[in-house]
């Protein structure tokens, strides 16, 4: 399944750098659904197959023997697992460094205004630049310790767009798209749609507080206010990350309005696709000859005078 996964990924990635090109607040859960695609994609290769004639002989395309491949590839589940593992660990220092705040009466009106019911610690870090989410469970958001000094209007943009993530669930979206770069580690263009991914998650849930009628210039002086790069471990989102600080403008200056037009076409494409390819097994000509021959031989020992002597 290596050769469908990489073809499906490779042409997802595509369609979605042309769309993301003309807006690139595409919702990410149609990124999302691609990486399920690729987590799903195994079992599709128990449904029937179609097989297709290829010229030459597959096997000898290659100097790698097919056998090693397995050991090849969980080496590389090892290494970047190791490296998730190592994450998740720093997520639970980072629990341990910080301080909790439990007196931000600007906290709960922005939980309020959100409608979130669920438990949101606030907690200050000495080390970072930046606001920060994290947590599946327990979502924690992690102020910089010079929050302190912004003014009302900045802390309260963060703290907005922080829980923006946590009502979305980017979080748990986060840790999907994770875990397919883990599985397909080998695989360039799923690396590529988790960093897309990541950069939609930023735009939509800046539109999203947007929509809720968070004026844009405000919104944007905040972002300009707060505008350090954040080294956030891959399970966490950072506000000021993964998206250039002008482009955020750019997108708040024209309303931040999401595109919705092609999503479900482009959702259908993709599924229809992955579809398809495991459908599809590939045969070279060698390969075919060598199963037709022995239907030949017992063809022609089945129409063979038994008493040729008669």
């Known amino acids: 399944m290596i050769i469908p996964s990489l073809v499906f990924s490779l042409l997802a990635a595509f369609a979605m750098w042309v769309f993301v090109r003309r807006n690139p607040a595409i919702d990410p859960r149609v990124t999302v659904a691609i990486l399920a695609l690729l987590l799903i994609l195994p079992l599709l290769n128990f449904l029937p197959k179609y097989s297709v004639l290829v010229e030459g002989s597959i096997g000898n395309s290659t100097s790698l023997s097919p056998s090693l491949l397995p050991s090849i590839w969980t080496l590389g589940f090892l290494f970047f697992g190791f490296r998730a593992l190592i994450d998740v660990l720093s997520m639970q220092r980072w629990n341990r460094e910080s301080s909790l705040v439990n007196d931000l009466p600007v906290f709960q009106e922005t939980l309020s205004e959100l409608s979130i019911s669920r438990r949101v610690d606030l907690r200050i870090h000495p080390r970072l630049t930046s606001p920060v989410v994290s947590g599946l469970i327990r979502p924690r958001i992690y102020l910089p310790e010079n929050s302190t000094d912004w003014s009302p209007q900045t802390l309260r943009m963060a703290l907005l767009h922080e829980l923006g993530h946590v009502q979305r669930r980017d979080l748990w979206m986060a ?12 695989n360039p263009s799923v690396w590529w749609l988790r960093r897309t991914f990541l950069s939609q998650c930023e735009y939509a849930c800046d539109a999203h507080l947007v929509e809720k009628g968070t004026d844009p ?11 350090q790069s954040a080294s956030a471990p891959p399970l966490s989102l950072a506000m000021a990350g993964h998206v250039p600080l002008r482009e955020r403008i750019i997108f708040l200056s ?8 092609i999503l479900s076409s482009l959702i259908l494409a993709t599924a229809s ?12 000509e060698r390969a075919k000859a060598q199963l037709l021959a022995p239907i030949d031989e017992v063809e022609m020992r089945f129409n063979a005078d038994p008493f040729p002597g008669n």
């Open 217 to 227: 210039r405000v919104y944007a002086n905040a972002l300009c206010d707060v505008a």
């Open 254 to 261: 024209s309303g931040g309005r999401r595109s919705s037009v």
């Open 273 to 284: 696709s992955a579809v398809a390819m495991s459908m599809v097994r590939f045969v070279p």
């Open 175 to 186: 840790t999907l798209a994770h875990i397919v770069c883990v599985l397909h580690w080998f």
